[in-house]
């Protein structure tokens, strides 16, 4: 495989990382573009993963060029695109590829939530460009192409999809309900009180918590929308992390599960997330005063957008993983049908912050998303997942992914809620 990484933050660092340590020899990844709009940026990526054969090689993309991508990816006779960036232009990547013949990966694609939504049944009704469509709208035109784009290989949606078409497979007769949960027990012990800190890219908390939330209900005719910081629950999370609060947000694994899933005899599916207090407080206020708009606004003979102005005054995730203690955890709350009983399971990842910083020198939220693509390339890379068209990832035989968690160290695990 010979990669172009377009966006060296702190995730696509994580990327190449775990990449580096699964194929050292440079085996089946033989060479990788480290491609970011900074090229300072990309240069110290590239050198701080220390390749004595320099597989690592610096460049700047800028990702609004669709045309100088593409020739960059000819020029360089690559094969795949991993698109790392922000969503917002996720999808001048995704063409890129496509225009240029390699195959292309994303962690998640771009949405448009409409100004008035209108809530209710029908995705359609609250968003001007809903989640995943650009991309399956396109789906015949890969397949026919001979190429294949794989979409939302994280840790969530990623990881989690492959762990709910596992659990179809594996623990089920009849898989009815699939509920992602994503939660934790990272804290800031001395942070101050009010402290407000984002584990993740900015721009994607941003938009997924205040979008319109959605999820996919057979019983009330398909994609449900509601509005933000709606379906609170409480789920106690396993290995001592305990009782998280969770709330549902706007995530692809709802429209994606349900495409693959139905099959196996999915009916509903919900993505849920806990949030720190101090940080569901501050959305609200940002969202209140219009400061999550992408609208510039004139100040004193300067335009500004006030998103990119939250973004970049707030601490980057990056920065803060040796402040926070915990660990994160992610998986699938699964429920439906074995030997004629009723049996719900709970499949998941933990990855403790501790031993992040420690062994990658990157904080829990960051790396495991990064570790989670990462294993996706790898079944990409050696040929375990193949097929022309745009796919997610619980489209593919999940058994070489669950394999190579195991055997990498990233590790999952399963316990029984309720059976009978």
Not at 77 to 84: E, G, R, S
Not at 345 to 369: C, H, L, P
Request: net charge negative.
């Amino acid at each position: 495989m010979r990669m172009l990484l377009v966006g060296a933050g702190a995730v696509g660092e994580s990327i190449l990382k775990v990449l580096k340590k699964r194929d050292p020899k440079g085996e089946w990844l033989e060479f990788v573009l480290v491609g970011d709009c900074r090229p300072e940026r990309a240069g110290e990526v590239a050198a701080g993963l220390r390749d004595t054969a320099g597989r690592f090689v610096p460049v700047q993309v800028d990702a609004f060029d669709r045309e100088g991508m593409v020739k960059l990816i000819r020029d360089n006779a690559i094969d795949f695109v991993m698109d790392a960036a922000d969503p917002y232009v996720s999808n001048y990547i995704f063409d890129a590829a496509f225009a240029a013949g390699a195959r292309y990966g994303n962690m998640g694609t771009w949405s448009v939530p409409k100004e008035n939504p209108a809530y209710g049944l029908g995705i359609e009704n609250s968003y001007d460009e809903p989640m995943t469509k650009y991309n399956f709208d396109r789906h015949e035109a890969w397949r026919e192409a001979g190429n294949m784009a794989c979409i939302c290989l994280g840790i969530d949606p990623g990881a989690v999809n492959v762990f709910a078409r596992y659990a179809a497979e594996e623990f089920f007769d009849l898989l009815e309900e699939v509920h992602v949960k994503d939660g934790g027990s990272l804290s800031m012990p001395q942070a101050e009180e009010g402290k407000i800190w984002f584990g993740f890219n900015v721009w994607t908390v941003l938009d997924e918590v205040m979008n319109p939330n959605v999820e996919y209900d057979e019983e009330k005719g398909g994609l449900w929308v509601e509005k933000p910081f709606a379906g609170a629950e409480d789920f106690r999370m396993p290995e001592g992390i305990g009782l998280n609060h969770l709330v549902k947000v706007e995530h692809e694994e709802v429209v994606t599960l349900p495409r693959y899933l139905k099959a196996f005899g999915l009916k509903r599916a919900t993505f849920k997330i806990a949030l720190e207090e101090n940080l569901i407080h501050a959305l609200r206020v940002i969202d209140a005063l219009g400061l999550r708009s992408l609208k510039p606004v004139h100040v004193d003979g300067v335009d500004v957008v006030p998103r990119d102005v939250v973004a970049a005054a707030a601490a980057q995730p990056a920065d803060i993983g040796s402040e926070l203690t915990g660990a994160m955890c992610v998986g699938v709350h699964c429920i439906g049908r074995k030997d004629g009983k009723r049996r719900e399971v709970f499949i998941y990842q933990r990855f403790d912050n501790e031993r992040s910083m420690k062994e990658w020198g990157s904080q829990a939220v960051v790396m495991q998303t990064g570790f989670a693509a990462a294993l996706g390339i790898e079944c990409i890379g050696r040929g375990f997942w193949k097929d022309a068209g745009v796919f997610s990832p619980e489209y593919f035989d999940p058994h070489p992914y669950m394999r190579l968690a195991e055997e990498s160290g990233f590790g999952w695990n399963m316990v029984e809620l309720a059976q009978g």
